[in-house]
């Protein structure tokens, strides 16, 4: 008997209608990125937009964010923050953000030197991350790291303006000092990257511990432990605190930190260094999911007000202000308008040094 080869004629339409949309589809998107690359180069040659950079292009209004850092002017005017990779200034009253540094690159983790007439923050301009300078508006910023072999950590100021920083390679920890002129010191400390704060002058401040203290960073264990570390003699001590991510207050009285309650969930919690009272004054903080990479904090910064009597920090999408004493709640509105880049390599909107 003779075998009949042919599939049916359904099973045959159906696969040729699928390639053909498939077809169809790939075409488009090939049109699509011919037409993006060739006006992309003909804009090299024209002050016009193009239709292009429009599509390539996202504009968007928002009052929310997620893993935002935050730090305040040390004259408590300003509020300096980070969104999708923008850093941002807005009034402590609130208002719309003004762009302090935006672009292709991705910068985040601001903080303001103790004079406000600076900014150090944290940028993967050039292909890596590094430490970076600018003054506080965005201008005049500089390299002051080079971290090709080394994963570099966001920075604390000194009191005379320079930075204390971790460099971690081949997961070791080296506790660095760099001074206003540039010139770099590895101190014999050890502390966790991210994860220190200095008092006003200077010299003391608090910090989370390597674990066994041999400088060695271990990413299965949560820093849990906050030591007194002074810079003059290079001591580390352990208090009786568990938690991380320390916050000195301006005059040195209080001590914010973060502890894990629940698991993934940390609550933002101040300490009376005096007598040692303490009290929980945000919850369910957003959580890192970055918290064990070098660089990076348990919960997005924050930040004491000037005055030491309040705190600033991201928390339920809102910029929040805390009034520690009455545990009062104040949400701070924001509106950030937020403009993308467009195509990639060929955008009209300056970068970091625009």
Known sequence: M???????RARIIRPMIEISMHRLILTFILLMLAGCQSSAIESLHSSQPRPCADLCRVTFTTTEAT?????????????????LGDIYRVSINGG?????????????MPRYSPDGKRIAFMSDHGGTVNLWVAGADGSGARQVTQGWK????????????????????????????????????????RLLPAQAQLSTNGLQGY????HDGSGKYR?????????????KIGTVVPLDIRGAQP?????????????????????????????GA?????????????????????????AFMSDGESLIAWHDLRLKRVWIESGRVEIIPVTIRRRTPGCPNHSSQPSLFG
């Not at 910090?207 to 390597?210: A, E, L, P, R, S």
């Not at 299965?220 to 570390?229: G, K």
């Not at 009290?279 to 919960?299: A, C, G, H, K």
């Open 2 to 8: 003779a075998v009949n080869n042919r599939l049916p």
């Open 67 to 83: 893993h935002s850092h935050v730090d305040a002017s040390p004259d408590g005017k300003f509020l300096l923050f980070d969104v």
């Open 96 to 108: 719309e953000a003004e762009p302090v540094l935006t672009g292709s690159d991705f910068q985040w």
């Open 150 to 189: 080394a994963q570099v950590t966001a920075p604390i100021w000194t009191a005379e303006g320079g930075l204390l920083f971790q460099a971690v390679r081949d997961d070791v920890i080296r506790t660095n000092l760099m001074d206003s002129q540039g010139n770099r010191t590895e101190l014999a400390m």
């Open 207 to 210: 910090g989370v511990g390597t």
């Open 219 to 231: 990413s299965t264990l949560p820093p849990d432990e906050i030591s007194r570390f002074d810079l």
């Open 247 to 275: 916050r000195l207050s301006p005059d040195g009285t209080r001590l914010a930190y973060v502890q894990e309650g629940k698991i993934g969930q940390w609550n933002l919690l101040v300490r009376d260094l005096a007598t």
């Open 278 to 302: 303490t009290r929980v004054i945000l919850e369910d903080m957003p959580w890192s999911s970055n918290t064990f990479r070098y660089s990076e904090d348990q919960v997005p910064s924050y």
